[in-house]
């Protein structure tokens, strides 16, 4: 039902000047690539390397924004319960759970796709016995997960990655199917059945594109929700290693001091958490839209 | 699947060590291993865990020296009530909401819904649980911080959904479990009335003449119920294994605490017969899943009966 | 997303009159919870502070551990090996039943032997018999001299002869068999949720003060905290030493405090040629520097107790040089605090061969001390910047303590540096000497928790000698002596000892207990 646009362009100049034409979702793109271009480049900009403990010391704990640390600089968000800047431990958690995040999220996401779409299409005993191992995965906490992969493996953040996919690729794999099966029964894929064309390219060429839509819902629901387990995690103990600390780590931390009078440390972890995770989801929101045949304009 | 945990929980550590006090020397410390029958190899031990397994016996907790499934059934009302009411919650919330935001998606009332859904999964739960008691506990002073209020009977059911108290005390921790879930609820629903609203039998339905009402309330939210049947089948489950946090940081005193608090301590026989209870529910719950999906699509149910 | 403005009112402290509780009635919010309400099933301090509501001991400790009469009104050695108890006269259980020695032999049969129990009373009871010689009178004998016996006694519950003795811990669960002495009786436990009492009229000491008593566990800090300030609860415990600065300035709110018998301290690898987590600055393997007495001084040195005490435990903590706080029984009157002394430290180093350092990692459990993780890590900071580039690794404390006494290969304990508490249960020098500081023993039970498998035999002959010395004079200062010796070749390094806080709603106050224990009784009015 699509309606060719009256201007010549190419398919990506419209998916571009598409996704631009949202104020909300450009301010939120412009935001991810700030974060992202701070987070990267964060060894170069930040006063204090906060993971090298020769740098940090007790005696800067606890002091309020825009307090000088004892090296010097000036700490503008203050510092946190152990003399970490906060603002350098902001930049350097940040490359942390973005890492973590979005390496978790592709993987799971890849996973859940392959596994989603073969049980929907292949149907039968396969699907069943699919789904099952999906329903088992996902009766598994993922606390319990993390906890057994870091009595075996140590705390570190391969073995979050590790985790959170586990504990992710279900979702997909589930939406996937459940959408890919109501694909599967409408009239275009039987016709392109008879037509003879191959199962691989029937099912990433026609079915897939047509389940993009909830799949980049639940993508960036999972991924927000990867960034926010892996600080869940941290919170009950046993995510990230306490010495290099993750943005979920910190406001774990932060989360003490609350009720505490100190502001700044449970306030701005979460407020750099809060913006990494509202502009991925913008984003996000936007592609969506985009890219969904049906919603063409 | 046991198997995993069991050697697992195995691997990790061995409770003994946490459990003695720290004034026992080693002959207590083996007693008290022998006494938990950890001595054993842990294949004999696997062994005796399936034999009591048949018999529905699924051992002992370490810590409470009670039945490990007693144990949980007594906890389970408590986090059954508070998953229940965070459900009706993110469907009485979301769905509404989600719906008005996809039919009139430039509106400014639905930009802000939008942008309070993606706030509302933005944040972890236990940052927002904390928000949440210190702003409507501690400062307004409206409802009561933490804990399980006083419960009643009806129809058999002990809850405490039956009393103002207990309802009191439910209010801010569902509230708290439902967030994530409205959110989702909300986008889904959106996106599937964005869609839906764009389909044939939609517009046919509208060139029929069908008051707004009719074609949304009865032909739009059968299709777009699909999607959001199937994601809160499985967000049922997760809302009850993963209220750990919420439990955690409200007190309350049900399951999620307790496997967090078993895992933690290693308790094992505790988190195996967690695990085995949520397995059966969440085999269960798909199965209603699969029912449900295929009364409101008939298509999935023809295509099943046409192989 | 909370901006300054919204906090800083409430931390003002806004307290709801209206659900505020009478008078006559307590709630507590506890930073733990109790597994049982059998007291002998588990040896743990949250049980046995709600058996202490509950039931009598034959010996009380009062809150700094002193020992004062229960069921017994008196007691004495008769001969070398035997110790007599007199019973007190005229003490009914709450189900109306009396008082008697039958309670008493019963009683210490039990303690040591629950089914299932994850840390029985044995280790208390071991070598014990005891007799009754009339209705009131009591003998404990054992083979050799005990000293130390009123102290073992008095950490057992006194359970009935008619209704406790035979019960199970489900019983006790269920309050069929949870009948005793105490001040309170149970009214109704909901285990994670609450246990409930009501004062016991027929109490045989003075009133008790509370007509109801409800324990809550609120594991949580911060949630425990906004109870209180939401006046949910009168009265929580484990203060988060976070909170505490502004807890201390709002007005609703009177902080109770008191040093406990624990302990914070550092073991150090004396024992192996090469220790797993000590690594040339090369990486490389290196002969363990831990052995070499200077370089465990020089560490001792590196360490800022004032800045941990000040900056990590907000001032309430005190810094330590010894195994138990002043006061105690057997703590010496010689030892000080390690001063912060970096060059020193230095010099000690270069003297044992290591001008550079060598590389280090500490650990740590993140769920057992106050503020147990930032303690690991600031710890590190200060050898890093001292020279011993450190590493840290803490974890949750069921994956810690077995790695931590015995998780090497060879069953051996696995780290090179590890944090660790120790709090004196019974209330006096011999118990952190016996199993920190002695020669690890299996056969004997000594040195279970010798995680640095310290060895010194002029050390291990004080302690023998002390845990055999029945006249008390003679006694402590053995066990001084030993803790002199054992302190200067750097055993372990001692950092500081916890200070519990409780805090209450204005017009209450709590009598710290050394023992970290919460009781009803022990909330008075301001």
Known sequence: MKTVSPKEETPFGRFVSDFFANKVATFGFLLLILIIVLAVLAPWITPQNPYDLKQVTVMDSSMPPGSEALAGYTMLIGSDGVGRDLFSGILYGLRISLTVGIMSGVIAMILGISVGLTAAYVGGRTDSLIMRLVDLQLSFPSALIALMLIAILGKGVDNIILALVIVQWAYYARTVRGTAIVERGKEYVEAAACLGLPHRRILFRHILPNCIAPIIVVGTVQTAHAIGLEATLSFLGIGLPQSEPSLGVLIANGSQYLLSGKYWISVFPGVALLLTVVSINLVGDQLRDVLNPRLQK | MSVLVFFGLNIIGDPVYMLVSPDADQEDIDRVIRNLGLDRPILEQYVLFVKGALQGDLGNSFIFGESALGLISRHMGATLELAFTALFLAIAIGIPLGLY???????????????????????????????????????????????????????????SIFTLNGLSHLILPAANLALLKVSLVIRLTRAGTREGMQQDYIKFARAKGLSTTRVVGVHLLKNILIPIVTVLGLEFGSLIAFSVVTETIFAWPGMGRLLIESILQLDRPVVVAYLMIIVALFVVINLLVDVVYSILDPRVRLKEQGK | MPNVKLLTPLIAGIVTAATMATAQDLRLGMSSEATSLDPYFHNLGPNNAIARNIFDNLVLQNEVQSLTPGLAVSWAPINETTWEFKLREGVTFQDGSAFNADDVVCSFKRAPDVPNSPSSFGTYLKGKTVTKVDDFTVHFTTEGPYPTMVNDISTIAIVSNESGCDATTKDYNHGDAAIGTGPYSLVEYVPGDRIVMKRNDNYWGPKPRWETVTYKPIKSGPARVAALLAGDVDIISGVPTVDIAHLRENETITLSQGSSNRVIYLHLDQFREKSPFVKGNDGGEIKNPLIDQRVRL????????????????????????????????????????????????KALLAEAGYPDGFKLTIHGPNDRYINDAKIAEVIAQMLSANGITTAVDTMPRSVYFKRASAGSPEGLPEFSLVLVGWGAGSGEASSPLKSLIRTYDKDRGFGASNRGRYSNPEVDALIDKALVTNDDAAREALLAKATEVAIGDVAIIPLHYQVNTWAARKGLKYIARSDEYTLADGVVPE
């Not at chain 2, 400014?108 to 506990?137: H, K, Y």
């Open chain 2, 101 to 159: 935001a996809g039919l009139y998606p430039n509106r400014m009332s639905s930009r802000v819904i939008m942008t309070s859904s993606i706030l509302g999964f933005s944040l972890p739960t236990f940052w927002v649980g904390l928000m949440m008691i210190l702003i409507f506990s501690v400062q307004l002073g409206w409802l009561p911080s933490t804990g399980r209020g006083d419960t009643a009977t009806f129809l058999g059911i002990t809850s």
């Open chain 3, 298 to 345: 020089a560490i001792s040195k590196m360490i800022n107790r004032e800045a941990i005490v000040e900056r990590v435990m907000e001032g309430v903590a005190t810094q330590a040089g010894q195994l138990l706080p002043e006061g105690f029984f057997g703590v010496s009157s010689k030892l000080e605090v390690m001063a912060y002394d970096p060059d020193g430290a």
